[in-house]
């Protein structure tokens, strides 16, 4: 139901902007989140951000790097990555969840299990 595009392979250093739609429905008032994983390890937060994009949380290992932005009326997620490392190689999923809050604790939006919807995954490999 969510549709994750934008991953490509980058060298160390560079930037990619991960784009997230929701075809046919919309999220005007889902929280949407970022994850990412690599092989043999859970699914890791990277980024969420409120239904009316009030508040955006980041983990630590991307913060100042990342930016996650919304268009509620294009019902698409925006996940721009910036000063990519070699670490930040993985899949990329993005996620829905409708509880609707106004805010969230990192306790919440760490949990994968809290979110409704799920994307299908797109890859980022950063080369160094």
Known sequence: QL???GGGLVQAGGSLRLSC???GRTISTDL???FRQTPGK???FVAAITWSGEHTYYADSVKVRFTISRDNA???VYLMMNALKPEDTAVYYCAADKTGFRSYTLTYLNKPTNYDY???GTQVT???
Request: charged share 20%.
């Open 3 to 5: 549709q994750a595009s």
């Open 21 to 23: 739609t929701a075809p």
């Open 32 to 34: 949407m989140g970022w």
């Open 42 to 44: 859970e699914r890791e």
């Open 74 to 76: 294009k019902s698409t």
């Open 118 to 120: 799920w994307g299908q």
């Open 126 to 128: 950063v080369s160094s």
